[in-house]
């Protein structure tokens, strides 16, 4: 068994996954759904304004391009896919297990319109990187004020 | 997030037949920015992850954990060092270490 320095975070850390298994536990019972259909992993993103674009930036190590779907419609853009084991080993062969596989999905409301055929996406060391370029009405611009005498 | 220092990076570590598997999530680092190393049977993961981003942008959403990381993990046995091999792939570092088994000849 793998021996690591005692920490509190790790007991909060601990005590916060027991009360999500908890609340899991709960809705499934209470729903009749399976753990699966009812949590959606929200894997971290940063999202930044560069002045002419909005980048996206998602962190999925480990995750297939083929698994992975982008869609604009409007404002609102929607990241979704599933996390799969390459291989699954059995549970009483881990040491240790922390990272978590299954669906995920993130939706974020842009809050400037996009030109739809300008969308980019890359996908590189396990970072989803998802460029949308503004429409020119909704760049900062500068207005001159003519002065009417 | 609070205590993400404790919970970045997030790894597995799993036994089979012939070695123990470390795979750790860790997207979008420079391997020269990872150093790895075995003192015993201790095996220290560490490094630091930078950001890149460039020019004066405007934070919308900043969730992603930047800055340095370190992990310690215990081995159950003190590998050799070419035992040890590690790869990079997709985001995702994979250290495979050999377990050796000796056979001990009986006598008598």
């Not at chain 1, 881990?94 to 996009?114: H, M, N, Q, W």
Request: negative net charge; glycine residues 6%.
């Amino acid at each position: 068994m793998a021996v690591v320095r005692w920490s509190p975070w790790r007991e909060i850390e601990r005590l916060r996954r027991i009360m999500e298994d908890a609340f899991d536990e709960f809705l499934t019972e209470t729903t009749g759904r399976t753990k699966k259909e009812t949590f959606e992993l929200a894997p971290p993103m940063d999202v930044y304004d560069t002045g002419d674009r909005i980048v996206v930036k998602v962190e999925l190590p480990g995750v297939k391009k083929e698994d992975v779907e982008v869609t604009v419609k409007g404002r609102e853009l929607v990241i979704k896919g599933e996390k799969r084991k390459e291989e699954e080993q059995k549970d009483e062969n881990y040491y240790c297990s922390e990272r978590i596989y299954g669906k995920f999905v993130r939706a974020i409301t842009l809050p400037v319109d996009v030109k739809m055929n300008e969308i980019k996406a890359t996908f590189r060391n396990g970072v989803l990187e998802v460029e949308l370029p503004k429409v020119e009405e909704a760049r900062a611009r500068e207005i001159k004020i003519e002065v009417v005498e | 997030m609070f205590f993400i220092e404790y919970s970045f990076p997030l790894m597995d570590i799993y036994e089979t037949e012939d070695s123990v598997v470390v795979e750790v999530d860790l997207p979008a680092v420079n391997l020269d920015d990872i150093k790895l190393t075995v003192e015993g049977s201790r095996l220290v993961i560490e490094g630091v992850r930078d950001k890149v981003v460039t020019g004066n942008v405007r934070y919308h959403v900043m969730e992603r954990y930047f800055g340095r990381f370190k992990r310690i993990i215990e081995l159950p046995f003190t590998p050799s060092n070419n035992d040890i091999k590690a790869n990079y792939k997709q985001g995702v570092l994979v250290i495979t270490i050999l377990k050796r088994t000796y056979n001990v000849v009986l006598e008598g």
